[in-house]
């Protein structure tokens, strides 16, 4: 399997190094979707996955998840998180496994998901119906020094309830030290580029694993369209994310990588465990 660049005790040490740098933000891939954003003391936690729960549930069928990549860290010692997203129901971003353990250990937390999802979330963590905060696309909440904006994400087209509210989100933070863009699980719509240029986006965090058919599941932007989209949305860099989780959805950064720089577009492939800091941006001013 793949080792992460940190892991366990070293991984919360890089974490608590960092905690040091008040004038820059961090992030850290967690692996597939999951990223950890720290700013100035408060923590939060995009879509983390950070059990194996999948690779249990689908064990014994004709869809194994075997996994490729250790786990970084276990939930119940991020005991320092203010906020984690879900941008959708499918359990790679909103884990039982890992988000109880969370909660549990995170008393005050607050859980952002689509309002959409409000029921489904409910009952998959066993909370109460009024603790997760719900958006809509055009939607935001504010959590400590986070002020979270949900924007749509068609995973692999745009879907809304009876209720007309998006299923699948995206999340743009922005606070004190930039703008993060974590799309969530999408491909490209129309109007996307438009509505994202509203914020000068400092990072995007985007799905490469693309989608193929023969793999039987919702798929994502191909390692191509994601640089494009980071060039066309103006992100000073764009970090790629799920992939090198699971055996059957999977690619190499490789087609990502040609394309940022045929594009010029800014970017880093991070290892899981690693973390990036906007002091990388300031150098390039």
């Given at each position: 399997?793949?080792?992460?660049?940190?892991?366990?005790?070293?991984?919360?040490?890089?974490?608590?190094?960092?905690r040091e740098?008040?004038?820059?933000?961090?992030?850290?891939?967690?692996?597939?979707?999951?990223?950890?954003?720290h700013?100035?003391?408060?923590h939060?936690?995009?879509d983390?996955?950070?059990?194996d729960?999948l690779?249990?549930?689908?064990?014994?069928?004709?869809?194994?998840?075997?996994?490729?990549?250790?786990?970084?860290?276990?939930p119940?010692?991020l005991?320092?998180i203010?906020?984690?997203?879900?941008?959708?129901?499918?359990?790679?971003?909103?884990?039982p496994e890992?988000?109880?353990?969370?909660?549990?250990?995170?008393p005050?937390m607050?859980?952002?998901?689509?309002?959409a999802?409000?029921?489904?979330?409910?009952d998959?963590?066993?909370?109460?119906?009024?603790?997760?905060r719900?958006?809509?696309a055009?939607?935001?909440?504010?959590?400590?020094?986070?002020?979270?904006?949900?924007?749509?994400?068609?995973?692999?087209?745009?879907?809304?309830?009876?209720?007309?509210?998006?299923?699948?989100?995206?999340?743009?933070?922005e606070?004190?030290g930039?703008f993060?863009?974590?799309?969530g699980?999408?491909?490209l719509?129309?109007?996307?580029?438009e509505?994202?240029?509203?914020?000068?986006?400092d990072v995007?965090?985007?799905?490469i694993?693309?989608r193929?058919?023969?793999r039987?599941?919702?798929g994502n932007l191909?390692g191509?369209?994601?640089?494009?989209?980071?060039?066309?949305?103006?992100?000073?860099?764009?970090?790629p994310c799920?992939?090198?989780?699971?055996?059957?959805?999977?690619?190499?950064?490789?087609?990502?990588?040609?394309?940022?720089?045929?594009?010029?577009?800014?970017?880093?492939?991070?290892?899981?465990g690693?973390?990036?800091?906007s002091?990388e941006?300031?150098l390039?001013?």
């Amino acid at each position: 399997m793949i080792k992460p660049a940190f892991q366990d005790d070293d991984f919360l040490s890089d974490v608590a190094n960092a905690r040091e740098d008040l004038g820059h933000f961090h992030l850290w891939w967690l692996g597939q979707s999951g990223f950890l954003l720290h700013w100035q003391g408060h923590h939060l936690l995009f879509d983390p996955y950070l059990s194996d729960s999948l690779t249990k549930k689908y064990a014994a069928t004709d869809k194994p998840h075997v996994r490729m990549t250790e786990r970084v860290i276990e939930p119940e010692r991020l005991n320092f998180i203010h906020v984690v997203t879900s941008s959708h129901n499918h359990t790679d971003h909103l884990d039982p496994e890992t988000l109880v353990p969370l909660l549990q250990v995170n008393p005050g937390m607050d859980l952002v998901i689509p309002e959409a999802d409000r029921e489904f979330v409910v009952d998959r963590l066993k909370i109460a119906a009024e603790l997760p905060r719900g958006l809509d696309a055009g939607q935001f909440t504010t959590v400590g020094q986070f002020q979270i904006h949900a924007v749509p994400a068609a995973h692999e087209e745009l879907q809304r309830d009876q209720n007309g509210r998006h299923r699948f989100l995206g999340y743009v933070v922005e606070f004190g030290g930039g703008f993060v863009y974590h799309s969530g699980d999408t491909v490209l719509y129309d109007e996307m580029v438009e509505s994202l240029l509203r914020w000068p986006i400092d990072v995007a965090l985007l799905p490469i694993n693309g989608r193929a058919p023969e793999r039987r599941v919702a798929g994502n932007l191909w390692g191509r369209e994601a640089a494009q989209l980071a060039k066309d949305i103006g992100a000073r860099l764009v970090i790629p994310c799920h992939y090198e989780m699971f055996e059957f959805n999977t690619t190499t950064p490789d087609e990502f990588v040609t394309e940022c720089q045929r594009l010029e577009q800014p970017h880093r492939v991070l290892r899981a465990g690693e973390r990036w800091s906007s002091a990388e941006l300031s150098l390039h001013h």
